[in-house]
């Protein structure tokens, strides 16, 4: 266990290094690009770059890694304290199960955009491995991108991958033209109205398992 979590934990820091490295990145068609402009807040006060979350939430995850790493080398931790093994079967069914999810969910983020992919990553994980009731999975799936995408898109303007051309045409672009026509008040109601039905299936399906 203790060498488990010390390899993870490289591994991972490995991985927020090179995500960090690629949030500063710009759009390559522009050559006088400065690596890392995108990562801070911009002086004419439309918000943070690009980059800006990417990068720091990368950040956070390193400082958590080596922190992690700190930890086995000084055995304070409990896996570090641990001679049991990584994963036993039950673990390794978790991992195929999770992690196929989220192999399939990167795959479908080309296919039909982030949020799509995100509402049928979320109805499976609740639906098949959280077991949740079917309506509450629904809703949960819907609903949750639904404000991913008024937030990111509409309030933040920061455009997310939107799948194949089809998917954009037929969907997207009305769906902007709709949305960025509208108030802020009126987007406020949008996650007031959609909230408050989520909270109202939520409880349903509480008072049905109660039962």
């Not at 080596?66 to 990584?86: A, G, K, Y």
């Not at 079917?134 to 920061?158: A, E, R």
């Not at 509208?182 to 939520?202: D, E, N, Y």
Request: with cysteine.
């Amino acid at each position: 266990m203790r060498r488990a979590e010390f390899v993870t934990a490289v591994v991972l820091a490995l991985f927020s290094v090179y995500l960090m490295w690629k949030s500063g990145e710009g759009p390559e068609w522009d050559t006088e690009y400065i690596h890392w402009a995108n990562t801070g807040v911009n002086i004419d006060n439309s918000g943070p770059g690009k980059g800006f979350w990417p990068f720091y939430l990368a950040l956070g995850m390193l400082v958590s890694c080596i922190w992690i790493m700190f930890n086995s080398i000084r055995r304070t931790s409990p896996p570090s304290q641990s001679d049991e093994p990584f994963m036993d079967g039950y673990a390794r069914r978790m991992l195929l199960t999770v992690g196929g999810g989220l192999i399939g969910f990167l795959i479908l983020i080309d296919i039909v955009s982030m949020y799509f992919a995100i509402a049928i990553f979320m109805f499976y994980y609740m639906l098949f491995l959280g077991r949740h009731p079917l309506m509450l999975s629904l809703v949960t799936s819907l609903v949750v991108p639904f404000w991913l995408y008024l937030f990111f898109d509409i309030v933040m303007t920061k455009v997310q991958p939107k799948g194949m051309r089809w998917m954009e045409d037929a969907f997207y672009n009305p769906a902007g033209e709709l949305f960025r026509g509208m108030s802020l008040v009126s987007i406020l109601l949008c996650f007031i109205v959609t909230g408050a039905i989520l909270a109202w299936v939520a409880r349903s399906a509480n008072r049905t398992g109660d039962a």
